[in-house]
């Protein structure tokens, strides 16, 4: 059992940044660098959804939504991926949820590929 932790959460305004970061309790080396790690976000009402994924060889891939303010990345060594967020806006309002899966392919893993995760973070974005 791999047991995913978020950290960085809060409160902004409108136009301010994030960094959220993931980690894993146990057997990082077996997570980090070997499957896929990707950001998922829930908004209240609405379905969770993929925004930012990152494959074991580096490749990256987000959602239109956010593309070009959101950028993912991971330190193997350190067991750790990060989820900067820059340029908010209310509509990123959500709780935040790190997760793994075995291969994304240059592509946003849907939701039924997701083998753990995390317990998720709250962003909330002000006007």
């Known amino acids: 059992q791999v047991n995913l932790v978020e950290s960085g959460g809060g409160s902004v305004q409108s136009g301010g940044s994030l960094k959220l970061s993931c980690t894993a309790r146990?057997?990082?080396?077996?997570?980090?660098?070997?499957?896929?790690m990707a950001w998922f976000r829930q908004a209240a009402g609405k379905q969770r959804e993929a925004v930012a994924a990152?494959?074991?060889?580096?490749?990256?891939t987000y959602a239109d939504s956010v593309t070009g303010r959101f950028s993912i990345s991971q330190d193997v060594a350190k067991g750790t991926v990060i989820l900067e967020m820059n340029s908010l806006q209310p509509e990123d309002t959500a709780m935040y949820y790190c997760?793994?899966?075995?291969?994304?392919?240059?592509?946003?893993?849907?939701?039924?590929?997701?083998?753990?995760w995390g317990q998720g973070t709250q962003v909330t974005v002000s006007s």
């Open positions: 990152i494959d074991s060889d580096g490749s990256t």
């Open positions: 146990e057997y990082s080396e077996h997570v980090f660098g070997v499957y896929c």
């Open positions: 997760a793994s899966a075995p291969v994304c392919g240059r592509e946003l893993p849907p939701l039924v590929a997701v083998g753990y």
